[in-house]
């Protein structure tokens, strides 16, 4: 289920708010320009379809977003836990960075914990499948995948090298929970 918990960065283990209903999330996240949508797929999609059956059940989706933000390339990106390089891939996107262009992700399958810091609050989201989280450029946050990730995701881009993280160097990253997929809430 998705989640979303507000945090001062001050005090990494009071959350302020914890919600997983929809209007409220979005009703958070909009003044800090950070988009939530949940998408169905328009056919059947299973585990080890190709990208191209995947990205045509999300089509109508999918067009609506690039026509609204012009986006140039759209990708599907999968990582299973058995994957060897799992622990690397994790550890990438950890710490805190930004991106000079939106970072737009829709979960098709599995699960992820986006990580925003904006002034002085903190934004947890939990995204699951069926959720597409928009974070906006040069918006500070990480990326935990979990320890085992499992997860199938539709990637948006405008530039090539849009997905490069720039690392702030700061240490807030580690001061709040780590991403473990099969904990409650």
Known sequence: ???????H???PDQPELVT??????QRELAPIGVGFERWE???PIQA?????AILEAYRADIDRIVAER??????????????????EARRKFLDEHF???DEVRFFVAGSGLFTLHVGEKVYEMKCVAGDLISVPDSTHHWFDMGPEPSFVAIRF??????WVGHFTGTDIAQKFPRFEPGQAG
């Open 99 to 101: 991106h000079k262009e």
């Open 9 to 11: 960065d001050a005090t």
């Open 157 to 162: 881009f405008t530039e090539p090298d849009g």
């Open 1 to 7: 289920m998705s989640r979303l918990r507000i945090f």
């Open 48 to 52: 080890g379809d190709p990208p191209e």
């Open 20 to 25: 997983t209903d929809l209007a409220e999330i």
């Open 70 to 87: 012009g986006f140039r390339t759209v990708d599907v990106v999968s990582i299973a836990p058995d994957n060897p390089a799992r622990e």
């Open 41 to 43: 797929a328009s056919k």
